[in-house]
């Protein structure tokens, strides 16, 4: 784990995992998450070759808190963590709440992002024609329906999730129950659930204000148009998703002009990515070549 100062003096954590000169990805966590990697996600791809930069977003494990932060302001912080990196070109991935911050980036540094792997990504939360809480289990729509109750209840509400997702594996699959279908809740009890805690504790450690934070970002307006996404998208989504439900995806996909969607029978949030980002890379480095 690492960390640099911003201009504006913030701290931004990172880590970066796999071949030094592989080619470079950008991975974008959910909410909650942090850099902490996770090898039964990320084995798949720094297997294959790929050089794998995390990172926390503001407020999460020790990168610095961003009260009214954006999709956009993100974007710069990942912007100018690449440039200290002295990456040239880079693909980007985001998985759930992430995903939103992954097309941000392609708009917000064009010039250097060459394709997008979106898996299980949310949609806007004022998206047209899209009733955005709709399949999502109690917690999630729980969480969602604070937006309109002002951050005091937002704050409640992230603190009792977050008391939840500090449990055991065990213990927080039996807490989580309606968000993870049965695919999910196989990999919760699993090697995921193992590296899942450790990524989840390292984000929460010191407080909950990341997930404020992002709850916050996901219930505003995005501040970009999906049309200025240019470079080609990867979009993936599991059929029986129950924390983003897969009308999300398919909202995406007829909507990013250079998305390819997969919709897979029989996948949930969780079982979607773990295992199997390598391979979704490829395809969509295939496409950017």
């Known amino acids: 784990m690492q960390s640099m100062y911003l201009q504006d003096g913030r701290v931004l954590e990172f880590a970066v995992r796999g071949p030094e000169r592989g080619p470079a990805v950008l991975f974008h966590h959910g909410m909650p998450g942090s850099a902490v990697p996770m090898d039964s996600v990320l084995d798949s791809v720094t297997d294959r070759g790929y050089r794998v930069v995390t990172y926390s977003r503001a407020g999460y494990g020790r990168s610095s808190p961003l009260p009214g932060r954006t999709l956009l302001g993100t974007a710069e912080d990942c912007r100018t963590l690449m440039d200290h990196l002295r990456v040239d070109r880079y693909l980007v991935v985001g998985w759930s709440a992430g995903g939103p911050h992954a097309l941000a980036g392609a708009v917000g540094d064009s010039r250097r992002v060459s394709g997008v792997l979106l898996i ?3 949609a806007p939360h004022d998206a047209e024609r899209l009733d955005f809480v709709e399949g999502m289990g109690m917690q999630n729509t729980v969480q969602f329906g604070s937006a309109s109750k002002g951050e005091g209840e937002q704050r409640a509400v992230v603190s009792h999730l977050a008391a939840v997702v500090r449990d055991t594996p065990a213990d927080l699959a039996s807490g989580i129950a309606s968000l993870l279908p ?14 899942s805690a450790v990524h989840l504790k390292h984000a929460l450690a010191a407080g909950n204000e990341g997930w404020v934070e992002d709850l916050q970002v996901l219930t505003r307006p995005w501040g970009f148009d999906l049309g200025d996404v240019t470079a080609p998208v990867e979009l993936w989504h599991g059929d ?29 949030h969780i079982s979607i990515a773990v295992g199997s980002l390598g391979d979704k890379l490829d395809l969509l480095r295939s496409r950017t070549s």
């Open 120 to 122: 299980a990504s949310f």
């Open 240 to 268: 029986v998703d129950r924390m983003v439900p897969v009308a999300h995806g398919q909202w995406l996909a007829g909507r990013l002009p250079t998305a390819r969607a997969h919709i897979e029978s029989g996948h949930g």
């Open 182 to 195: 049965p695919p999910d809740v196989a990999e919760v009890t699993g090697a995921y659930g193992a590296d």
